[in-house]
């Protein structure tokens, strides 16, 4: 995409950019620092605690993946440890959620072998003739 009019000088990209970093740092610290203060320091997917130099390995999760929603109340936050947090982005990559397409609604295709699969034949027939065996 080409930009509309002439490119800032250097120096004045460094700037816009430097503030477009702040700024964003900024917006992560707040609500980072706001769900720490609101949530227990526990991993919600795994369970692991963390104190100390750990609490760094806490992040939070968006849970509508959308890291502009943030209410005050921490609705859409979760405190996740970094390993399921990355986990849970890969989950919604994975779905298709990423670039736009929706995921296949299409059935889900049987398991190559169930172990139960002719379970009520077989106790349906126990229960006719206990004393013998199905085959």
């Given at each position: 995409m080409k930009p509309k009019g002439p490119l800032p000088d250097p120096e004045k990209q460094d700037q816009i950019l430097a503030g477009l970093r702040r700024d964003a740092e900024i917006r992560q610290k707040s609500y980072r620092e706001r769900a720490l203060r609101m949530f227990p320091h526990v991993c919600g997917?795994?369970?692991?605690?963390?104190?100390?130099?750990?609490?760094?390995?806490?992040?939070?999760?968006?849970?509508?993946?959308?890291?502009?929603?943030?209410?005050?109340?921490?609705?859409?936050?979760?405190?996740?440890?970094?390993?399921c947090h990355d986990h849970e982005h890969e989950k919604y990559k994975l779905k298709g959620y990423v670039d736009g397409s929706a995921p296949d609604v299409s059935p889900e295709k049987p398991p190559i072998a169930n172990p139960f699969d002719n379970l009520d034949n077989l106790l349906k027939a126990k229960t006719k003739d206990p004393g013998t065996e199905p085959k």
């Open positions: 997917s795994c369970g692991r605690e963390f104190s100390g130099k750990k609490l760094r390995e806490l992040t939070v999760h968006h849970k509508d993946h959308n890291h502009n929603n943030n209410p005050t109340d921490g609705s859409n936050w979760e405190l996740l440890c970094i390993y």
